[in-house]
């Protein structure tokens, strides 16, 4: 077991160096934006239902941004709060947010005057099933389009009809293409070419990314906006820093000061338990906050709580006479449920704060629930199994390394029951 526990640590210190960190818009710096939904003529009142769907589009859009971590959440009736890390350009994210992307589908009727009528045909962006940047014969860059299932059906018939007929592509208002129908179309796909010019790369990609992240279904007007820059956030890092090392290091020599070798045992464990942890944060992976590292600092905490019972526990055990073996397993034992009752009631006020925060407690809540977990494999399993490797099966020569004297070391158990204990708990391999 104690092997199996090096192995672990190492590949979690693998992963440590192989895999970035994540962190958050306090940590690197970006952009943070405030729309507001708008009413029209059409859209009398903002329901939440419309908030939902407005709130799923941004989110779409913001991760065609290439941008990762952003955070998209309502904040009001009408508002939603768009954290976008690392964005050079905001200017561009703020174009982008707020576009609509209206694709619509239009047949030639009576011109009026001289000038071409165009009707809608029923046929628009909400059946697509995706669309993809692609080049036509000749070169120029040309968006196709997939229909769903619903959209391929209305395509067939619409094409069928207009066979010899031009058929418009209307992309937010402004004719893309005006293609004559040579006959149906019945496998669900049609190309956007961007008349005699064709389109520009830029414009394609924007189209695609725009179709793809889906159309607003109200109106988002940017109210809000706020910038953090990067060396604020490399100030914080370097804060953040300092005092995970500066309470870890305090923690670590209060435990060799009160429990001596049981302490530093702790010690050894804690630095495994904070490897395993950042390790974890790396793998799932965690966005890292100001808020999430004060959960992972408070984690250390906890950890280091759950030592302190045991190693309480086994002091009790010792001053009533039990072999070193016994006492370590009772302690671990007698201490198991405090931790477990203690650790669950601050697992369930994490998942609590993750469910009703906001973005910022949801990083605190999260750190610290893993840290909890983490730590109690670290105080049950990994201090165990040390603690046993240390001081093997026999008596306390020296209660001095519990930070005992002699005289409250209570007669010892006899070696029969020290056999008896081994068969119950089992011993180190």
């Keep these: ?124 962006g909400k059946d697509l099933s995706k669309a993809l940047l692609n080049t036509s014969q000749n070169g120029q860059w040309v968006v196709d389009l997939q229909f769903n299932d619903k959209g391929t059906r209305k395509f067939a018939d619409l094409t069928q009809k207009l066979v010899g007929k031009p058929m418009a592509i209307f992309f937010n208002g402004e004719m893309q293409s005006a293609p004559v129908i040579r006959e149906a179309i019945i496998g669900g796909n049609a190309q956007i070419s961007g008349g005699d010019n064709g389109f520009q790369y830029e414009e394609a990609k924007k189209m695609v990314d725009l179709l793809n992240a889906g159309a607003l279904p109200v109106p988002a007007k940017i109210i809000e906006e706020n910038t953090v820059g990067p060396t604020l956030g490399a100030d914080s890092i370097a804060k953040s820093k300092t005092a995970g090392i500066i309470g870890l290091g305090i923690v670590m020599l209060f435990m060799i000061a009160f429990y001596k070798l049981p302490g530093l045992i702790a010690d050894i464990a804690l630095i495994c338990y904070s490897i395993i942890l950042f390790a974890l944060f790396k793998t799932i992976p965690v966005t890292l906050t100001l808020a999430g590292i004060a959960g992972f600092i408070l984690s250390i905490g906890m950890a280091v709580d759950a030592n302190i019972l045991i190693f309480e526990r086994t002091k009790e055990e010792l001053k009533a006479g039990r072999t070193l073996f016994t006492a370590i397993n009772a302690g671990f034992d007698r201490a198991f449920t405090s931790i477990f009752d203690s650790n669950m009631s601050t697992i369930i006020t994490c998942i609590i704060l993750y469910m009703l925060g906001t973005s910022v407690v949801k990083g605190f809540a999260l750190t610290l629930a893993l840290g909890v977990i983490v730590s109690m494999f670290s105080a049950i399993t990994i201090t165990k199994n040390i603690m046993h490797l240390a001081f093997g099966t026999g008596e306390l020569k020296y209660p001095q390394l519990f930070g005992l004297k002699k005289e409250e070391i209570g007669k010892a158990f006899e070696v029969k029951e020290t056999k008896r204990e081994k068969a119950k708990f089992g011993v180190l391999d």
Excluded: Y
Aim: proline share 4%; with cysteine.
């Design 1 to 124: 077991m104690f092997w199996a526990i090096v192995l672990i640590v190492v590949v979690c210190a693998g992963i440590i160096v192989v895999k970035p960190t994540k962190l958050g818009l306090d940590l690197v710096g970006g952009s943070r934006l405030v729309l507001e939904a708008q009413t029209t003529d059409t859209v009398a009142k903002i329901t939440p239902e419309m908030m939902d769907s407005l709130r799923f589009a941004i989110e779409n859009r913001v991760n065609k941004l290439g941008v990762a971590e952003t955070v998209v959440q309502q904040t009001g009736d009408k508002r939603l709060l768009v954290e976008i890390p690392n964005v050079s350009d905001l200017s561009k994210a703020k174009e982008f947010l707020g576009e609509t992307a209206a694709l619509e589908f239009k047949k030639e009727g009576t011109p009026i005057n001289g000038q071409p009528v165009w009707l809608s045909t029923g046929l628009s």
